[in-house]
Structures are given as C-alpha cells and as structure tokens.
C-alpha cells in the first residue's frame, strides 16, 4: 500500500516482522537465566539445580549445619583442654589410664555439647533475623548475638543475661567486621 507521496507504508504483519527483526522476539525460554557480575560467561540454572540451592540456604539446614560443626570444634577444644590440665591434679593417689580417658571424655563431650547449642542457636537466629530484615548487613550478626547471649546469659539469671548479651552482641560485631574488612 503506498500513501499520497509515493512512500510505502507497512501492513502490520510487515510491522511485526520488522519489530521482530530489528528488536527481538518477546519471548522468555528460560526464566532462570543468570548473568554474572563479571562479564564472564552466561549461567543457566535448572530447577533442580534451584531448588537444592534453595535447601542449603535455608535456616534449618544452617541451624544444623552450624550445630554439627560446633560440635565439632568444641569437641576438639575439649579434648584439648583437658589433655593440658585433668580435673583431678589435686588428689594424691595416682590415675588409672581409664580414669583419665573418662575424664577427658566428659570434658570433651560438655565443651562439645555447650559449642553445637552456641552455634545452632546463633545461626538459626541470625537467619531468622535476616530473612525478616531482607538485609545482609553486620546489623543481623550484632542483633543475632545479643539474642544469643541474652538466651545464654538469662539461665544465670537477668543481670547476667544483659552482660551477656552485651558481650555477645560485641564479640559478634567485632568478628563481622573483622571478616568484612579482610575480604
């Protein structure tokens, strides 16, 4: 079809042809496209691969991860501490093999235990606090070990669960920055 001064115009199927060609179809093939900050290459996620990235995200599989390695370092601190000083130095008669292994036993397991409910209650309330929040920031790490402390501190009673959360609170904070400030 051609106008008044002898130009052509264009039907809407050309339009549409044209659109395509020059833009792009409209069309999403895959919703789980993902593009790098660095202008490395294009990574393409299935759902699969989503949802098991969703799993190891989420707070009850941090919340345990944190309690089994806890237990861990606190097992290990544990048996160190006592290799380096037995309970009972001050009694006279010598120790058998087995009561030494029973001792650092104990010893090993309360270190064990107390680090695995640290870690566990920690991670599960700096999660929880940073899914309400929708922020990743040194904030939740500071509000997550005053919680933390406070719970911990509160079985002493409520003047040690202040310091106790004051102090966790700290220590939380110092550490979220030291980790921020290296990296």
């Keep these: 079809m051609s106008n008044v001064e002898g130009k052509r115009d264009f039907t809407p199927e050309e339009w549409g042809f044209l659109t395509k060609y020059f833009v792009g179809n409209n069309y999403r093939y ?17 759902n699969e691969e989503k949802m098991v990235e969703a799993f190891f995200e989420s ?6 991860m944190s309690c089994v390695m806890g237990y861990g370092l606190g097992a290990a601190i544990g048996l160190f501490s006592s ?33 695995a409910l640290i ?16 922020k990743s920031d040194w904030k939740n790490g500071t509000y997550a070990g005053g919680v933390t402390g406070g719970m911990i501190g509160l079985r002493a009673g409520v003047k040690a669960g202040i310091v106790g959360a004051a102090g966790f609170a700290a220590f939380s904070t110092a550490i979220d920055y030291y980790m921020h400030s290296r990296f």
Excluded: D, H, W
């Design 30 to 46: 895959r919703e789980n496209i993902i593009i790098p900050k660095n202008l490395g290459p294009v990574t393409i996620k299935t």
């Design 59 to 64: 707070c009850p599989f941090k919340a345990f």
């Design 83 to 115: 290799s380096i000083g037995p309970s009972s130095v001050t009694s006279v008669e010598t120790q058998t093999a087995r009561q030494v292994f029973r001792e650092m036993k104990t010893t090993t397991l309360g270190y064990a235990k107390n680090f």
């Design 119 to 134: 870690g566990a209650l920690f991670s599960a309330v700096e999660c929880s606090i940073e899914s309400v929040r929708g």
